[in-house]
């Protein structure tokens, strides 16, 4: 149980191309769901919260028009990079925790974005 | 502000040597404390979730412990299968965080045959 999955598993664009990360849990229901962003050699640093039908609360620092979030329902979120840029080349990893149960948080298995 | 600090970034053991991986840390009001098992290119794998001192848990060669200002995971008989970089984090009790976990930058562990 408890499993999150991520599509696509990566992705490679342009530069000043739009790219959408999707995160879905697949045997349970998440309020909240949690995106991260790793650099090599780095540990995990979140980017945002995002709660089912509402808006995505950002981490300082994190450009909210540059990394849309949408959590449209309790198994969906999506993390859209627009206008990306080689410097958001990085490894994105969503979480979510189980809605109504403990806090741990179920890793995606991440997405490793390139920008040329 | 949560501070968390694991050491040693890197650990190098021979297979059946076994060791202890530290992982301090400060909180305003601890709600948890998880070990994760990150392997390269994939997403954190969960293991272990602490909530207060005193507090252990295991599964299979792995062992956590808790006390109020830091977490060991002890690694018994390590297999080269264990070979992985292990995540501490944690979640502290201010809700208006969405509960997020603040993570250290790992150990870096490696057990060769």
């Known amino acids: 149980g408890a499993v999150v999955s991520q599509h696509p598993s990566w992705v490679i664009c342009k530069s000043g191309t739009s790219v959408k990360i999707e995160c879905r849990s697949l045997?349970?229901?998440?309020?909240?769901m949690f995106w991260y962003r790793q650099f090599p050699k780095q540990s995990l640093m979140l980017m945002a919260t995002s709660n089912e039908g509402s808006k995505a609360t950002y981490e300082q620092g994190v450009e909210k028009d540059k990394f849309l979030i949408n959590h449209a329902s309790l198994t969906l979120s999506t993390l859209t990079v627009t206008s990306a840029h080689p410097e958001d080349s990085s490894f994105y990893i969503c979480?979510?925790?189980?809605?109504?149960?403990?806090?741990?948080?179920?890793f995606g298995p991440g997405t490793r974005l390139t920008v040329l | 502000e949560d501070q968390v600090t694991q050491s040693p970034e890197a650990l190098r053991l021979q297979e059946g040597e076994s060791s202890s991986l530290n992982c301090s840390y400060t909180v305003s009001g601890l709600r948890g404390l998880f070990w994760y098992r990150q392997d390269p290119g994939k997403g954190p794998e969960f293991l272990f979730t602490?909530?207060?001192a005193g507090e252990e848990k295991e599964k299979e060669r792995l062992k956590a412990t808790l006390t109020k200002k830091e977490s060991f995971l002890h690694i018994t008989a390590p297999k080269p299968e264990d070979s992985a970089t292990y995540l501490c984090a944690v979640q502290g009790s201010d809700s208006n965080s969405g509960y997020a976990l603040n993570f250290g930058k790992g150990t870096s562990l490696l057990v060769t045959p």
């Open positions: 045997d349970f229901q998440a309020t909240t």
């Open positions: 602490l909530y207060s």
């Open positions: 979480s979510a925790d189980v809605s109504g149960s403990t806090d741990t948080q179920y």
